[in-house]
């Protein structure tokens, strides 16, 4: 049809159509014209056939349903990936892969239905990636901690750097008991921002035992911060040799900052005359909590769109690092 339309060879669309530049511009613009006027769109089963291409990537969340609605940061990571992908061919599938049933995820990467894979918010016990990288371009968000990963595409932020410029905020401060709610510690911003904090704090010659974990939600946050200020209350029996009441905390999300200044309000504390406080990520409760949130910017958005950049660079065989760091910056508002 188009090919009638435009007076040349079916082969000669078909070249045109999948981009050679072997044809000449006087014919890719009359081909073109065709195109247009009759509003033909290529057939995409006919063409992965026939190159072995699908046009397909997939952005891979291994987390359940309800926290990926839930969290933050993930929208706008997609909204990053997608605006990447937005002059290109590709089309992007979207799989939230419950932890429960890895091997389902790896069964579909496998089976040739995507050209390569993003994945975000990986976990050390989750094995469905390794060897897959092979046979399939894959990048991650987040450095990668199961060993054989090692040599594993990534982009991330500086966890462990960025962590410190927040610890090291609340000692400018005057601060000195500075305490943190870390997150989980099979994920390497988990990981990260702890070792980070303690650096901080052991320059300072801090208390490095001031650690309660979560698990990255608000509720975790504020069951961390309440175990916090039963460890530091002088009337408490699980208090013994805990000093002077913590003055700060960093806490490693901002989801779990919003849980921690919760408890502070309600056992009569103020934020930050009481206790400063210092979140990670700079999302949607950074700026709605009272007082707002001072916290580490981390450009989610940047980080999809660089993800997805980095992904597309290495299905089409091109070189690309294997590790690329976003910049963060640490956002100043009334919480410290």
Do not use: C
């Not at 599938?93 to 995507?114: C, D, F, H």
């Amino acid at each position: 049809m188009v090919a009638a339309e435009a007076g040349v060879s079916r082969a000669t669309v078909s070249r045109v159509v999948n981009g050679s530049t072997s044809v000449n511009p006087e014919v890719i613009t009359v081909v073109n014209a065709a195109v247009a006027r009759l509003n033909y769109v290529p057939n995409r089963v006919a063409r992965s056939l026939a190159s072995r291409r699908t046009d397909v990537i997939a952005l891979i969340v291994p987390e359940s349903t309800s926290t990926v609605f839930a969290d933050p940061f993930f929208a706008p990571v997609v909204r990053g990936v997608a605006r990447a992908l937005s002059d290109t061919n590709y089309t992007l599938n979207l799989l939230i892969a419950s932890e429960a049933r890895p091997e389902k995820t790896r069964r579909y990467l496998q089976g040739g239905n995507v050209d390569g894979a993003l994945v975000v918010s990986h976990h050390a016990e989750d094995h469905s990636y390794v060897g897959l990288g092979d046979s399939l371009p894959i990048v991650f968000g987040g450095r990668p901690l199961h060993p054989e990963l090692s040599d594993a595409y990534y982009v991330d932020v500086d966890n462990r750097a960025s962590a410190r410029l927040a610890t090291d905020h609340l000692i400018g401060l005057g601060r000195r008991r500075i305490a943190t709610i870390a997150g989980r510690q099979d994920m390497p911003a988990g990981i990260d921002r702890l070792a980070g904090w303690r650096e901080s704090v052991a320059a300072a010659g801090g208390d490095p035992s001031l650690v309660e974990y979560g698990d990255f939600s608000q509720s975790s946050g504020a069951e961390a911060m309440a175990r916090l200020l039963m460890r530091t209350d002088a009337a408490s029996p699980d208090a013994a040799a805990s000093g002077d009441p913590i003055d700060a905390v960093f806490v490693a999300n901002d989801q779990m900052a919003a849980g921690a200044i919760q408890v502070l309000h309600a056992h009569g504390l103020s934020v930050p005359s009481d206790v400063a406080v210092v979140g990670y990520d700079d999302d949607t409760f950074a700026s709605t909590l009272t007082p707002p949130l001072t916290t580490v910017n981390q450009p989610s958005a940047d980080l999809g769109a660089s993800m997805a950049e980095l992904l597309v660079r290495l299905i089409a065989g091109q070189e690309a690092p294997r590790r690329t760091i976003i910049p963060t910056t640490l956002v100043v508002r009334a919480s410290a």
